[in-house]
C-alpha cells in the first residue's frame, strides 16, 4: 500500500466501520467452529449413538474410566435399558451391521452441515436484495440459534436425528452467511482496506476451528458429559452477532443503487467514514446504478448465458474450486492421523499447533494482500502448497525406510498450511465481491457460494476413500490439481487490486481478456495516476 493509500486507509477506518465488520464477520467464526467442532468429539458422540440406537455393547466405545472399568454408564431417562445394553447371548452377531450404522449416521452428522450450506447459498441473493444486508443477516441469524439450540439439547431427545437437524439447519445459517457476510464487508469498506477487511472473513473461520478444537480436548468440553455444549456452544456468536448487528448501519451502495435513498445511502457512508466528504463514493455509486439499470437484474441463468459475465464466472467458479480441492480440508481432517504415524505421542496438540499456525499466517495475510496484491499472493500460495504437497508425498512414502522422513512430513504440514492462509484461504471469499458490479453480485456470489459449499462436500465424502485407495500418494492428486489451478490463475485471474468494482467490471467487458488481463489493468492503473 502506497503512502497516499495508507493515509487514505488510516483515514477511513473508523469506529462505526470496524464495528459493522466485526459483527459480520462473527457469521464466518460460526462458520469455522461449526467446520470444526463436530471432529474432536468423533468417538464420544459415537459411543452415545450405539447406546441410544441399542446396536452395539457401551464397552465397544469406551468414553471414559468408569465404561472401560466395565461399569454401566449411566443413561439418559428416556433411554430404555433394553435399547442401551445390546443383547449378550452373541456378542459377535451383526457387528459389521453395527459398525456400518454408526457410520451412516457419522457421516450424516458430518455432512448435512454442508448439504445445508448448498441449499441455502442460492437464496442469498434475493433475501439479501429483499431485506438489505443487515436485516438479512439479523433474519439468518434465526436459524444458527436454533440449529444450535437442537444440538445442544441433543442428550434430551433422539440424539443421532437432533445432531443431524442441528447440523442441517446451522448449515443452512452459514450458507446465507458466507454469501451476505462478503456482501455486506465488500460494500461497506473503502476500497483502500477492501482487500485487508475481505480477509478477515478467513481469520474468523480459522480462530472459529482454532477455539473448537481447543475445547473440544476432553478434559475441556470433548468428554461424554460436556460434548452438547461443545456443538451447540457457536450459538452464544450468533446471539452477539445479532445484537451487534442492531448497532451497524445499513450498506450505502444497497440503499442508494437499490432502493435509491440517497439522503439515507449519505448517512450511512457519513457513519462509515466519519468527517470524510461521501460525493466521491456516492459519484462510483451514481456511475454503478447507471450501469444496472442499464443491464437490469441478472438472474443466475442469465449469470452463465450472457458472453458479457463469461469470463468473470468461469474466474470466480475456479477460485472457489481451488479453494476446496486444494487439499487443505484433508490437512485439517487427518493431520492428527499424519502426526500420529510420524510418531508424536500427542498428535491432538500438534494439531492444534496447525491450528495456531493458521490463525498466525491468516492476521499476516491481512497486511499482505493490500501490499503485494490478490492476484500475486494466491498465486504464491498455490505454488507453495504445490511444492508442499509433494514433499508430504515423499515424506509419507518413505517414512517406512527413514524415520528422519518424518520431520519432512510435519514441516510440509505446517507449509502447505502457511501458504493456503497466504492466498487460497482469504482471497476466494472476497474476490467474487470485486469481480462483478452491483447488477451481477447477488447472482455471482449465490453461484460461487454453491461452488464452494459442493465441492467442501464433496472432498468431504470422497477423500477417505480415496486415502484407502492411493495410500501416502493421495497427495500426488492435489499437487496435480493445484498445478492446473496455479496455470488457470496465471493466465486468467486478473489483479483487483486497488480497483473500484466499475473499473474491474470494465476489465471482464473486453473480449480479450483472456491474454490481455494484466496489459490492460496496467493501462487502466496508468490512466488512474495520469
Not at 51 to 71: K, M, N
Not at 132 to 153: D, E, H, Q, T, W
Not at 196 to 219: E, K, N, P, Y
Request: aromatic share 10%.
Amino acid at each position: 500500500m502506497d503512502k497516499k493509500n495508507k493515509m487514505q486507509a488510516e483515514k477511513h477506518l473508523t469506529g462505526t466501520l470496524v464495528l459493522s465488520v466485526f459483527a459480520a464477520v462473527l457469521g464466518f467464526f460460526q462458520y469455522g467452529y461449526s467446520l470444526g467442532v463436530i471432529n474432536a468429539p468423533q468417538k464420544v458422540i459415537e459411543a452415545h449413538y450405539g447406546r441410544v440406537l441399542g446396536i452395539a455393547p457401551p464397552d465397544r466405545f469406551p468414553t471414559s474410566a468408569s465404561e472401560e472399568d466395565g461399569t454401566v454408564p449411566v443413561t439418559e431417562p428416556w433411554v430404555s435399558t433394553e435399547a442401551t445394553l445390546a443383547p449378550e447371548d452373541d456378542p459377535g452377531e451383526d457387528l459389521g451391521t453395527s459398525s456400518h450404522i454408526l457410520t451412516m449416521y457419522w457421516s450424516l452428522s458430518v455432512s448435512m452441515f454442508a448439504v445445508g450450506g448448498m441449499v441455502s447459498s442460492f437464496t442469498v441473493g434475493w433475501i439479501g436484495d429483499r431485506l438489505g444486508r443487515v436485516k438479512a443477516m439479523l433474519v439468518v441469524n434465526i436459524l444458527s440459534i436454533i440449529g444450535n439450540l437442537l444440538m445442544g439439547l441433543a442428550k434430551f431427545g433422539p440424539s443421532h436425528m437432533l445432531i443431524i437437524a442441528g447440523r442441517a439447519v446451522t448449515g443452512l445459517y452459514c450458507g446465507l452467511s458466507s454469501g451476505l457476510v462478503p456482501m455486506y464487508v465488500s460494500e461497506v469498506s473503502p476500497t483502500a482496506l477492501r482487500g485487508a477487511l475481505g480477509t478477515l472473513h478467513q481469520l474468523a473461520i480459522v480462530t472459529g476451528i482454532l477455539i473448537s478444537q481447543v475445547l473440544g480436548l476432553d478434559f475441556l468440553l470433548g468428554n461424554d458429559e460436556m460434548w452438547p455444549l461443545l456443538l451447540g456452544l457457536s450459538g452464544v456468536a450468533a446471539l452477539l452477532q445479532f445484537f451487534l448487528l442492531l448497532l451497524c448501519p445499513e450498506s450505502p451502495r444497497y440503499l442508494y443503487i437499490k432502493l435509491g435513498k440517497v439522503e439515507e445511502a449519505k448517512k450511512s457512508l457519513k457513519r462509515l467514514r466519519g468527517n470524510c466528504d461521501p460525493m466521491k463514493e456516492i459519484a462510483e455509486m451514481e456511475k454503478e446504478k447507471q450501469e444496472a439499470a442499464s443491464e437490469k437484474k441478472v438472474s443466475i441463468r442469465q449469470l452463465f448465458t450472457s458472453s458479457k459475465y463469461k469470463q468473470a464466472v468461469i474466474v470466480a467458479l475456479m477460485v472457489q474450486i481451488s479453494q476446496q480441492f486444494s487439499g487443505i480440508n484433508a490437512i485439517f481432517y487427518y493431520s492428527t492421523n499424519i502426526f500420529e504415524r510420524a510418531g508424536v505421542d500427542q498428535p491432538v496438540y500438534a494439531t492444534i499447533g496447525v491450528g495456531v499456525v493458521n490463525t498466525v499466517f491468516t492476521v499476516i495475510s491481512v497486511f499482505l494482500v493490500e501490499k503485494a496484491g490478490r492476484r500475486s499472493l494466491f498465486l504464491a500460495g498455490l505454488m507453495g502448497m504445490l511444492i508442499s504437497a509433494v514433499a508430504m508425498t515423499v515424506g509419507l512414502a518413505l517414512l517406512s525406510k527413514f524415520a528422519w522422513m518424518s520431520y519432512v512430513s510435519m514441516i510440509a504440514i505446517f507449509l502447505f498450511v502457511i501458504f493456503f492462509e497466504v492466498g487460497p484461504g482469504p482471497i476466494p471469499w472476497f474476490i467474487v465481491a470485486e469481480l462483478f458490479s452491483q447488477g451481477p453480485r447477488p447472482a455471482a456470489i449465490a453461484t460461487a457460494g454453491f461452488c464452494n459449499w459442493a465441492c467442501n462436500f464433496i472432498v468431504g465424502m470422497c477423500f477417505q476413500y480415496i486415502a484407502d485407495l492411493c495410500g501416502p500418494y493421495v497427495f500426488v492428486i492435489f499437487a496435480a490439481l493445484l498445478l492446473i489451478f496455479f496455470l488457470f490463475a496465471y493466465f486468467k485471474v486478473p489483479e483487483t487490486k486497488g480497483k473500484s468494482f466499475e473499473e474491474i467490471a470494465a476489465v471482464f467487458r473486453r473480449r480479450k481478456l483472456p491474454t490481455k488481463a494484466m496489459t490492460e489493468l496496467e493501462d487502466l492503473r496508468g490512466r488512474e495516476d495520469a
